[in-house]
């Protein structure tokens, strides 16, 4: 560790001590490359923080601030975001870049302030060059300052992942070159449970008739995860950090970036011991033996010596929880809709042969200054959507109006997509407006038929729409992309300009952020170029459409 980085940590805990008493809550990253063997196939290089993988989780409670120092290590910029959380009033403090930010320069720091008023079950990524799916994620577990709304005796958490053998910029280089099979080949990748290996995963400890609350995160960067207590009733009480009214299901499948809080009450008797099952699978993945699905069982332990309950077989009669049937627990109505949207997600190929990802046929391409500065620097223009350039797709939402998204999927892939800054309500899903292949069923309309729940990771499946909607009251500049890190890679998102003549009026960027564009050559002012009015010299140019991919 360099003599630099040692001050830097001196200095981070003395301010850290200094201000303890008024809930702050400091956590120091030096996020560097961690070259490890995590499951067995081999040393890989990854990307972790103090020189270790996994990171270890951050827990607070509702009204702490939490502030999350980075220094950067690596060779590339680098940079944070708390998923879930809404970061009203500090949009800049959200993460992506360039999006509400300049990447943290190789050798600097910076300290994100989030000062939290949400309660749930959230986590924190890297947020820059797709760095999450090389290990930079961790659990974020934000307690309820008073009682919770929900009763139990003890908590538990499980992060889940997906480890691979490759890099992720190995694997983004064989999927964008135009010389390879498209898609590759699929990369069966390995399954971690609370950061090891899940052949190895610990045994989890019962009390007769006390009730835990497991708390479960999918940090995965592709992989689903079915998490199910054979023999025990789950109970649904929160979702992507919104509680729910309590529903029973037996099982439930979490996606790429989703978080579910279920409630269990064991048996009154320790005369047995169960198992828990964590199956990763994804279902666009052929079923291979030992590689897809991978099947990871835990023991839920009574009593130390006493015989195993073993687990049935899954039937039609199996309740698997499912986000349209679940109602948010304060009773809010649907939402009246202001203006509705209506998207369409795919991939096409292009001129220069590479096979993209895009919503109605644009396909994401970062801009140069970051989307937030150019609705924070160019006054009334940046009420006018091309300012932000030809490919962030960017949409200008007006304060407070109310928004249904209408994305449609006409394709065999699911896709978890991720809003930043917002929960939505989940209100429909049905058929994608397309013909289905003569192989697949038409899928039914199903609608919320009371309060619908809110989260912010939502799942499109396969030949399928999803009606959603959100109150645009959070002033700032907010991605929505897929959280498949691959597919975000290949340019499916999209960026919503939230009332930025708002914006201007009510938050400024920290100067040290700025300074971080300044090191690179970057303009903090400007549109998407960093130029003015619509001069867009200096963009790459956009990829030419051929054809579109079934």
């Known amino acids: 560790m360099s003599s630099i980085v040692i001050l830097h940590i001196v200095y981070f805990w003395l301010v850290c001590a200094y201000q303890t008493s008024a809930a702050r809550i400091c956590v120091y990253w030096d996020v560097g490359y961690v070259d490890i063997n995590r499951v067995g196939y081999g040393i890989v290089r990854g990307i972790g923080a103090n020189g270790a993988l996994p990171i270890p989780p951050v827990t607070m409670t509702v009204g702490d601030t939490l502030a999350l120092t980075v220094h950067n290590s690596l060779n590339v910029t680098t940079s944070i975001h708390a998923h879930g959380l809404f970061q009203k009033g500090t949009s800049f403090m959200d993460g992506p870049a360039p999006v509400t930010q300049c990447g943290i320069p190789p050798g600097d720091q910076f300290t994100y302030e989030y000062v939290v008023d949400q309660a749930g079950t959230f986590w924190l990524h890297g947020h820059d060059h797709h760095q999450n799916s090389d290990g930079l994620r961790a659990p974020l577990v934000i307690r309820d300052r008073d009682r919770p709304p929900v009763a139990y005796d003890e908590e538990m958490l499980f992060s889940l992942e997906d480890w691979y053998y490759q890099t992720f910029a190995e694997r983004e280089s064989i999927t964008l070159d135009p010389n390879q099979p498209f898609p590759p080949a699929h990369g069966y990748g390995f399954g971690l449970i609370n950061g090891i290996n899940g052949n190895l995963t610990k045994p989890i400890h019962f009390q007769p008739g006390r009730t835990y609350r497991l708390r479960l995160i999918n940090m995965s960067a592709t992989m689903w995860y079915q998490f199910t207590l054979p023999g025990h009733i789950m109970r649904v009480v929160e979702i992507d950090g919104e509680y729910t009214e309590p529903l029973e299901v037996d099982g439930v499948d979490i996606a790429p970036a989703q978080r ?291």
């Open 260 to 550: 579910y809080s279920v409630l269990v009450t064991a048996h009154s008797t320790s005369s047995f011991n169960y198992h828990f099952n964590a199956t990763m699978h994804a279902s666009f993945i052929p079923p291979t033996l030992g590689l897809s699905p991978r099947i990871f069982i835990g023991d839920i332990i009574y009593q130390q010596g006493a015989p195993y309950i073993q687990p049935g077989s899954y039937d039609d009669s199996f309740r698997w929880a499912n986000d349209i049937n679940l109602h948010a627990l304060d009773q809010e109505p649907a939402l009246p809709v202001d203006r509705s949207l209506h998207l369409a997600i795919g991939n096409n190929l292009y001129l220069n042969g590479q096979h993209l990802d895009h919503f109605n046929n644009v396909t994401y391409a970062p801009p140069i200054t970051p989307t937030l500065y150019t609705a924070l620097s160019m006054g009334d223009m940046a009420l006018d959507e091309r300012v932000y350039g030809p490919q962030t797709h960017a949409i200008v939402l007006k304060h407070n109006e109310v928004i249904e998204l209408v994305i449609h999927s006409p394709n065999t892939l699911p896709h978890p997509l991720h809003l930043h800054g917002h929960a939505f309500q989940i209100t429909e899903y049905g058929p994608a407006d397309l013909l289905v292949p003569n192989n697949r069923t038409v899928a039914p309309v199903v609608k919320n038929t009371g309060v619908p729940a809110r989260r912010d990771t939502m799942v499109i499946p396969p030949f399928q729409y999803i009606k959603v909607r959100f109150r645009a009251d959070n002033p700032g500049v907010w991605l929505l992309h897929c959280h498949m890190d691959i597919h975000f890679a290949l340019g499916m998102a999209m960026t919503f300009v939230e009332a930025p003549d708002v914006l201007q009026k009510t938050q400024t960027v920290p100067s040290e952020m700025l300074d971080f564009c300044t090191k690179q050559g970057i303009s903090t002012t400007g549109n998407a170029a960093g130029n003015q009015g619509l001069n867009f010299s200096g963009l790459p140019p956009a990829p030419i459409f051929v054809s579109i991919d079934p």
